[in-house]
Every structure is written in C-alpha cells, then in structure tokens.
C-alpha cells in the first residue's frame, strides 16, 4: 500500500468521486471513508499541497458525475405510451427486427423495435414529409414510433423509418463508414456461416443481435459469458497473433510491439470501441511504451492508467456491470494470479509424483490460476448484479477457451479470405463451423445441467462480502496470534457470511407477506406464508431476452425463493400467463391452478404442453375450492362455472381469497363489475385489495367497495399504458371508501407485511410513502374517510 504509483492514486481518488457522484446526495460517504481509509498510510497525503491535490481530484470526480448523472436522467424522462419521433442512426441493421439506435440528441443508444420491413419502407412519403428508408447501420433516419417501458431502459417501438439529414462531419462520418463495414462483414459472416452466423458476429465483431436465447443464457449459466464479449482475451489473442505474425518475417522485437499495439487498436475501432476492449487496449498500449523506453513495468500503472482515461471520457462507465467486471477480472489477475499459480503448480507435482510431466503441469496451473484469480475478483459483482453464481465456470472454461482460441482466428481469416477468393474462405469455414459446433455443444450439455448455478440475493452478497472484509482484517492484524487468528477468521466469515443472511430471511418469518410485483401493465402477485412457503398468483407480461431471467423470475430469486407451492393463473391472457413457463422452469410449482377455460390462444396451449412436459400437475379453479398453507387460507370464490364464450377470458377470472386470522385479502385478476358484486358478500370487509382489471372502469364500482370496504388497494398498472389505466373513477371511488391505493407505475413494486391482528404495513421499491392510522394517504388515493379497522402504517 506504500508503493502505489501515482496514476494509481489519481484513479482511486477519481473514481471514489465519480462513484459519489453518481449515487447522488447523502451515499458519498462511504466511499471517501474507504478511500481515505486505504490510503491513510501514505505519508505524501500528509501534506498539505498533495491533500489539496487529492480535494481537487475528488472533487473533480464528484462534480463531472453529478453532471452526468443529470444528463442521464434527462435522457430517461421519455413520454412513455406516447409517439415520439427520434433521429440518429443504427449500429446494426435490424435483421431481426430489433437492432441498438444511437441517438443524435447525446442520450446513448436505446433499443428500437422494427415491425415488417413492408410496414416501414416504402417508396413514396406524404407531401413535406421525407422519403421512407430502409433501415440500415449507419444511416441518417428519423424514426417515429412510441416509446415503451424497459426494465432497465425505455425502448422505441417503431412505426415507420424516414430518410434522416446526414449533418455529420469528417470525424464522425469515418465512423459511420466503420459501421458500415462491419455491418457488411456480419452479412457477410451470414453466407461463410449459415448456422452459427450470430454466434460467430459475437465472438469476432461484438454484434449479438439475433443471437438465440437459449444459446446467450447457456453461456451465462455455464459461467462462460466473458467469451461472448470482446474482452481482454479477444485483444490479447489478436495482439499476440499480430507479434508472432510480425516476428517471424524478422522484424524486431521493437516494430512487432508497435505493430501488435497499433493492430489491436485498429481492431478495437472496427468492432466500436466496448470497454472491456479499450482496457485492453490501453493496457497493451502502455506495457509497450514501457518496454520501447526501458522502463521496468509497473504492476497496477497500466490498469489504473486505462481506467482512469475511460472513466474521464464518460463518468456513467463507473456504474455499469461490463467495466466493473472487466477491470475487477484483470485486477484480480494483477493481484492473485502468480501467487495462485505457484501454490497450484506445487500442488501438482506433489499430487503426481513426479507422473505429471513438468510442462503440463505448468500449464494447468496457469490455466487454473487464471481463471480462479478472474473468478474470485468478479464473483461479488456477478452475484451482485445479476443475483447467481456458475459453479462451473472455471473448469468449462478451460474447456471453452482453447476452442474459441481456434474459431476466432480462423473466422478472420475467413472474412479476409472472402475478399479475393470466396470458395477458400467457403472451405475454410467449414473448418471453423466443426470448431464451433464443438463449442455449442459444449456449452449447452452444461448449461442444461440443473445445478450448475446458485442463486443468491443482494442481501446475502452483502453480507458474505462483509464477513470476507472483517476476516481479512482479522488475518492481518499484528495483534493476534496466528492460531487464533486462523480460527477468529473461520468464525467471522462463517457469523457473518452465513449467520447475516439467515436473520434477513427470518426477517418476518412469522408475519404474511404479499408483494405485488413491477411487470408493467400486467399482473404478478406474491404470496409468502409465515411458515416460508410461497404462492404466485399470475406471472406478468412475456420477459426480455435471454440471458437476463423473467422478471418475476427475477423478483423471486431477490427474495430467496427455491420452490412455488402454487401458482394460480386467473385466466389466459398473456398479461398474466405471459412469465408462466419461465416461472415453471425455474420454480417446479407443486400445483398449477386455472380456469382450464378452452381458450383458443396459442400461447395458453404451449404453456399447458409446456407444463405437461415438465411433469407439473394441473387442475381447474372452481368456486368453493380451497387450501391451507402455513396457516393462511386461499379460498377460490369464482368462477363456478365457465362462460359460453371461451374468448371472455376476463368473465372466467379467478377471484381469490387470502385469509390469516383478522387479515383478508381480496385477489380479483380481471373479474368485471357483475363477478365482484356476486362475491363481495362472501368476501366480507377486507384489508387488500387488488383492484380488478389494473384499475379498469369495468371493474371496481361502488356498490362493490361498500361492501368490502378495503383498507389498502393496489393496482398493478404499466407506465403510461395506452389503456388510460387506472380510470380516473376507480380512483375516485377508492378514496371514497377511505382506501389507500398503490401503484406500481408510480412506486414499483409494492410490498405489504401483514400481522394476524390485520395490521399491515406498506414498503415500496421507489421510496417511501408516509402514512398514519387513518391520516394522510399515500399518491394517488385521495384523503380517506373512515379510520382502519386495524393499524396501518408505512414507511
């Protein structure tokens, strides 16, 4: 800690800036404590010049995120459910029918959503209006669509393309010129590779669009998908085949340097700059500059060099999950990486007896110690951001690596032999396709593999995370003794990496839970029993692509959820039965219930196929059903019996009925008017209500609520839904009886913790919403009327 190099310095400094910058006011604290913590011992930052020089860092830090954090927010506030028209152009030509779009405004790329080539292109154009255009990477276009809801980003769905104005200058059109080309080499890599087309776009040009799904998340799972993103391997393997290649028509060591840096940059350019490239690059870049200059290397200067210089150029970098796992991955190597393969490579020739050629060994500990050093710096922020760990990523990937060691050098050389003799490249990537063919096969016999990952949640990685701190401070520290300090260290790991997370899911254990879920304009509501079982009633809207999990498959793995005991599905449209078979494959529901309504939809019928096939029982919803769990009651009160018209879906509704000592409530799905009216005498007073049909002026009247009387109503509603949801009446009514709505367009997911006593308590993921017994109430309710019959209170 001593010998840090400046640049080191300057890059904790900055980034401990940029990182308090963009957590907002009020959560710089933690990182300037670290901060100063870690560098408490340099005796330079004693002096009053450099703690000046480190202010002015910091503060530099902090003040260039600030500004970038409001720009990003800016770009966010998109008028979501309304027509928009955007301009800028495409990094991709949308060859299934979803491509990223860089905006002219500075706002990033977003994700535009492209219906049939023939519904946007055409050859005339209204009078004033420009000419409609075909969508192509690297073209100038105006795009007019509406503007949707993502679950990390608003994206576009367009309508129709346009001809945009090219006002770009000479810089910028060498770029687009780039983007073009690399978008002619991936059709052409869609001729040299008919099936793996996508896969091989990935590996060499960092273009993943169209890639199949299941194929992404089995990379993800098998803990491989580093080899799907340009990375440091990727340049280092292009570096080195450039240095060999320069090398052995006898050039010097010098130029083959220069050559190996000044390629790598040139390709890092080409395929559009990813981060975990220019690290790369500039790594290289700086380890030849010392090299040219007879400087010994530093060991951390040309990482902190590389991110110093890309957290300058865009602050936001600094919270994104692909530049933390890039440079934690390579830190991890700095630091880790020969230590672990000296221990390893004893290990080896300890275990053989002398039966292990020396070679081999050495090459399976630098293999090993590698990707342990990598795995064991990134392990907190894949666990962190994406909530799993792959329990097989090192070995697979020793697995792995070699085979796209083959197939990304030969898949360029098939590109550059395309150029001037198509039938050698042809032949070439017939070689190259069994390489390929080896490696799906690879990575989805593993990642078919059920226990291949474990999930976790962000809680217990703060915990573990922590327990891992104190017991490296414990094994450090000069005041205790070795032996105990091996045994304190056990402890503190095991108390606190183990013991933390136990008490955060024993955290109302003896309390109901029910959370209804943020998926938009659609439904998806959990039910945790005190004794820990669960129950979901609907599965929201159909997800976002693979790798990413369902939403609600998402949702539940935060909560620490392993198995369903149930999942009721209320009817067949595919805003509630969207995330069904995500949600059978990841939790084996004990039991499915429906309507069983003949309903003829194909994606109600897949799903029945879908869960035949898994084994999952399935059985029909009738009024007077019932089943207890842990002590609460759920108790189906429609429908009796079904509509003559299997398309009214919302006819056939269940309606649910949740019960535990003083506390009811009431799950509606889509039911209309004349349904709840004929249950809200069963019903009785209750405390929730999931208001009917996301706040529809079909469901919900007032004859209804005084007779049920909720003390808490919440609707699962999408932001800005072209429905108008919820109806401006319902809300009205809502407040009339005293309830107190809320909704998850404007507080996220909603989380109700309910005492046998009835009392709830109310949390929401975007805040808190204050509220007393019978006093203020929360957005979008109204005043209400009439005290609870028990305590409610928010925070």
């Known amino acids: 800690m001593t010998h840090l190099a400046p640049v080191v310095r300057l890059a904790l400094l900055y980034g401990a800036g940029v990182a308090a910058g963009l957590a907002g006011a009020g959560w710089w604290i933690a990182p300037l404590g670290l901060l100063l913590a870690f560098l408490a011992p340099h005796r330079a930052s004693a002096r009053p010049t450099v703690a000046c020089l480190y202010g002015v860092v910091l503060a530099a830090g902090f003040l260039s995120a600030t500004g970038a954090r409001v720009r990003r927010e800016a770009c966010r506030s998109v008028p979501i459910g309304r027509s928009d028209v955007v301009r800028g152009r495409f990094l991709a030509t949308p060859r299934d029918g979803a491509a990223p779009f860089r905006l002219d405004s500075g706002c990033g790329v977003v994700t535009v959503v492209l219906p049939s080539p023939d519904a946007i292109s055409g050859d005339t154009a209204p009078d004033g209006a420009a000419p409609a255009a075909e969508p192509r990477a690297g073209r100038a276009l105006e795009v007019r669509g509406i503007w949707r809801s993502g679950r990390v980003r608003p994206w576009l769905q367009a309508r129709e393309t346009r001809k945009g104005v090219d006002r770009s200058g000479p810089l910028p059109a060498l770029r687009w010129s780039a983007v073009r080309w690399r978008d002619d080499l991936v059709g052409r890599l869609h001729r040299l590779y008919p099936g793996h087309a996508h896969l091989v776009a990935a590996l060499v040009l960092a273009r993943r669009e169209g890639l199949d799904e299941d194929l992404r998340a089995a990379f993800a799972l098998s803990g491989i998908a580093h080899l799907l993103a340009i990375s440091g391997f990727h340049v280092g393997l292009i570096a080195a085949l450039l240095y060999g290649g320069w090398r052995s028509v006898r050039g010097s060591r010098r130029t083959a340097i220069v050559a190996a840096s000044v390629g790598s940059w040139i390709y890092v350019g080409l395929i559009g700059f990813p981060d975990a490239a220019c690290r790369a690059a500039l790594i290289l870049t700086c380890l030849a500059l010392t090299r040219m200059r007879g400087y010994p290397p530093s060991r951390w200067g040309p990482l902190a060099t590389a991110a110093l210089f890309l957290v300058l150029l865009d602050p936001t970098r600094l919270s994104g999950p692909g530049f933390q796992l890039s440079f934690a991955g390579a830190a991890g190597l700095v630091a880790w990486a020969k230590p672990l393969e000296r221990r390893l490579g004893g290990v080896l020739r300890d275990s053989g007896n002398g039966r292990v050629p020396e070679g081999l060994s050495a090459t399976l500990a630098s293999g090993l110690a590698a990707g342990l050093a990598a795995t064991l710096a990134t392990l907190p922020i894949v666990a962190w951001h994406f909530e799993y760990v792959s329990l097989v990523g090192i070995p697979v990937t020793l697995v792995a690596t070699p085979l796209v060691s083959l197939a990304l050098p030969g898949a360029l050389l098939t590109l550059g ?280 002026a079909t469901s919900t009247d007032s004859t209804f609520l005084a007779t049920v009387r909720p003390e808490v109503a919440l609707v699962s509603v999408g932001r800005g839904n072209r429905y108008g949801h919820p109806a401006p009446a319902v809300l009205r009514r809502l407040s009339a009886v005293g309830a107190r709505t809320y909704r998850t367009d404007q507080l996220g997911t909603v989380r109700a913790v309910v005492g046998r006593d009835g009392s709830v308590r109310i949390t929401t993921s975007r805040g808190r919403v204050r509220t007393t017994e019978g006093g203020a109430s929360a957005p979008g309710s109204g005043s209400p009327s009439r005290p609870p019959s028990g305590a409610l209170t928010s925070r």
């Open 417 to 696: 032999l395309d150029a001037v003799w198509s039938a050698g490249a042809s032949f070439l990537a017939g070689g190259v396709a069994s390489v390929l063919d080896a490696l799906v096969a690879v990575t989805t016999t593993v990642g078919g593999w059920e226990w291949i990952a474990a999930w976790t949640t962000r809680p217990a990685v703060a915990a573990t995370c922590g327990g891992v701190l104190v017991a490296g401070w414990v094994s450090r520290s000069p005041r205790i003794g070795g032996r105990v300090r091996r045994r304190l260290t056990v402890v503190y790991a095991a108390a606190l990496g183990v013991g933390w997370p136990v008490l955060l899911e024993l955290d109302g254990r003896v309390r109901l839970e029910i959370l209804m879920l943020d998926v938009g304009q659609g439904d998806a509501i959990a039910v945790r029993t005190p004794s820990g079982g669960w129950v979901l009633v609907d599965a929201g809207p159909p997800g976002p692509d693979a790798p990413a999990p369902h939403p609600v498959v998402h949702a539940l793995r935060a909560r620490g959820v392993r198995r369903l005991e149930a999942l009721v599905l209320t009817h067949p449209d595919l805003d509630h039965i969207g995330g069904a078979a995500a949600v059978i494959d990841a939790f084996e529901p004990r039991l499915v219930m429906d309507p069983l309504l003949p309903a003829p939809k194909h994606e109600y019928a897949t799903l029945v196929e879908h869960a035949a096939a898994r084994g999952v029982r399935w059985a029909a919803a009738r009024a007077g059903d019932s089943f207890e769990l842990g002590g609460v009651t759920f108790r189906v009160l429609h429908p009796s019996e079904l509509p003559t018209d299997p398309r009214e879906g919302n006819a056939a509704s269940v309606v649910l009925l949740v019960s535990w000592g003083r506390f009811d409530a009431l799950l509606t799905g889509d039911a209309y008017v004349d349904v709840e009216r004929a249950i809200a005498e069963r019903a009785g007073d209750i405390e929730i209500l999931k208001v009917g049909h996301h706040g529809s």
